[in-house]
């Protein structure tokens, strides 16, 4: 479901059953003054089939069940070109969309940096997508680790947020020291953009209600600069900045191709320039 409320809701106006599988009923990230959190539509019908555990059987019986003669559609849609040019929402995903491997586990905590990732990982060979399931944030890298130590034959790749990874980074260092094979892609903005987008969203950015500067500078994530390459380094994992799409496109290909744990920062723009 898209991150914003009202994406959300469009996406499942007209339901009139929503079937629960390995998952909670949605609702918002956030709470807004007169806009209801609860995402199920009026008249809609909830029912739960599977908790965690056991849900993708649980789903397969069902499509058995329901549509025994369906064919699984023989097509994906194509997996995107390696991108070139700067490094963007938009390039970023072609990047990882293009290169990501067979069986991959994706622990995701993007955030803003990758609202696309679902369109250009569409045709990517099949993978596992975990991803955030509340407002918290700083999961991804303990989750990749957890992962990567449950299954061991499959590459991990840990998309992570700046101001999210320094809520737990002292989990590189538990990466280097099983020598896990994970892939983490840190999207420095240097900035807590989605906290941002939130005050533009409840009018706390107008003109007449802004935040004072002290307000305003907890939302920066400088100075001093976060330097992930030296922090990585510093764990024993080996690591690369890279400013460009085809310098992402090298540093994955590297990181892809070694086993053990790798880290790459990717520079990205801030919201607020």
């Not at 072609?94 to 990732?117: C, F, H, K, M, Y």
């Not at 094979?181 to 953009?193: L, M, R, W």
């Not at 460009?244 to 892809?256: G, N, P, V």
Request: with cysteine; net charge negative; glycine share 10%.
């Amino acid at each position: 479901l898209a991150y914003f409320g009202e994406g959300a809701a469009a996406q499942l106006a007209g339901t009139r059953r929503l079937i629960l599988a390995g998952a909670a009923s949605p609702v918002t990230f956030f709470g807004y003054p007169g806009v209801p959190s609860d995402l199920v539509p009026q008249g809609c019908t909830v029912h739960t089939l599977a908790g965690p555990v056991g849900a993708a059987a649980a789903l397969e019986d069902l499509a058995d069940r329901l549509a025994p003669d369906t064919p699984v559609p023989a097509t994906l849609p194509s997996r995107p070109a390696p991108p070139s040019g700067a490094l963007t929402v938009q390039t970023t995903a072609e990047a990882i969309g293009a290169l990501l491997p067979e069986r991959a586990i994706v622990v995701d905590e993007s955030n803003t940096s990758g609202l696309l990732l679902p369109i250009a990982t569409a045709g990517a060979p099949a993978h596992d997508w975990l991803t955030l399931t509340g407002g918290a944030i700083g999961y991804a890298l303990p989750v990749a680790l957890g992962a990567a130590i449950a299954a061991p034959d499959r590459p991990v790749l840990c998309l992570e947020s700046d101001g999210s990874a320094m809520y737990t980074i002292s989990a590189l260092w538990s990466h280097a020291r099983e020598n896990l094979d994970i892939t983490t892609v840190v999207y420095a903005n240097h900035a807590y953009d989605i906290l941002r987008i939130e005050l533009q969203r409840v009018g706390a950015q107008n003109a007449n209600q802004r935040p004072g500067p002290k307000a305003e500078s907890l939302l920066d994530l400088t100075p001093p600069a976060l330097d992930f390459v030296k922090i990585a380094e510093g764990m024993g994992v080996p690591a690369r900045r890279v400013t460009t799409a085809e310098e992402l496109t090298a540093a994955l290909q590297w990181a892809f191709a070694e086993p053990g744990p790798h880290l790459i920062e990717a520079a990205m723009p801030s919201i607020g320039g």
